[in-house]
Each structure stands twice: as structure tokens, then as C-alpha cells.
């Protein structure tokens, strides 16, 4: 089994950042990736960010390239989400996940992946 636990989130204004952070704990993978989806309102949960734990390939979805930035520690068991430049648009739960099995072709859904935090409000006011 593996824990993630999010925090970091909050209201914040429109063009201003915010960093989330996932803590991973209990059975370690080496292989897989690490991810973070979102859920608005009334909406479908998105991908948002991903990174592979070998090699560190960073993946991200076009609404987001640019202005958010996905990255690990050292021992690979936090994963960060850097937020620049936020939007109300950006409104929503945000959702660690990981996957053992996770591939390049795969590292967009949901369905790829084995584990999942509880997901931290994040409010963009305009």
C-alpha cells in the first residue's frame, strides 16, 4: 500500500502561486509515475501533471504548460506542484496520484493509476 497525502492548497488571487505537495508513504516503487489531477465543480476529473520516477520525464496538460511545474525531491517520495500565473479556471480539488505501471502512453488517466490522496481545495479569485 501507499499513502499520499496532499496539502499546500488554498484561496489565493488571480496571478499569484501556490505550491502543493504530495507525501508519499509506506510501500516504495521505483518504476511508474507520479501525478496530479484536478476536479472542478460539476466537471470530470483532468489530468493536470505527471512525472515518471525513472529518468524524471515531466508531462503536463495544455492548459496548464507554462505557468505550472511538476517536480520530486531527491528521494523521490514528495512530488511538488508549482502554480504560477493561477486562474479562476484553475479552481478545483487537486488529486496526488500514483502508479506503478504507468507508461508514457498512459501517464494521462486516471484509470492508469493504483493510488490517490484525499485532494486539497485550491481557490482562484478574480
Known amino acids: 500500500q501507499v499513502q499520499l497525502v496532499e496539502s499546500g492548497g488554498g484561496l489565493v488571487q488571480a496571478g499569484t502561486s501556490l505550491r502543493l505537495s504530495c507525501a508519499a508513504a509506506g510501500r516504495t516503487f521505483s518504476n511508474g509515475a507520479m501525478g496530479w489531477f484536478r476536479q472542478a465543480p460539476g466537471k470530470d476529473r483532468e489530468f493536470v501533471a505527471a512525472?515518471?520516477?525513472?529518468?524524471?520525464?515531466?508531462y503536463y496538460a495544455e492548459s496548464v504548460k507554462g505557468r505550472f511545474i511538476i517536480s520530486r525531491d531527491k528521494d523521490k517520495k514528495t512530488v511538488y506542484l508549482q502554480m504560477n500565473s493561477l486562474k479562476p479556471e484553475d479552481t478545483a480539488v487537486y488529486y496526488c496520484?500514483?502508479?506503478?505501471?504507468?507508461?508514457?502512453?498512459?501517464?494521462?488517466?486516471?484509470?492508469?493509476?493504483?493510488?490517490w490522496g484525499q485532494g486539497t481545495q485550491v481557490t482562484v479569485s478574480s
Open positions: 512525472i515518471h520516477r525513472n529518468g524524471g520525464s515531466t
Open positions: 496520484a500514483a502508479g506503478m505501471g504507468v507508461i508514457t502512453s498512459t501517464v494521462r488517466y486516471g484509470t492508469a493509476y493504483d493510488y
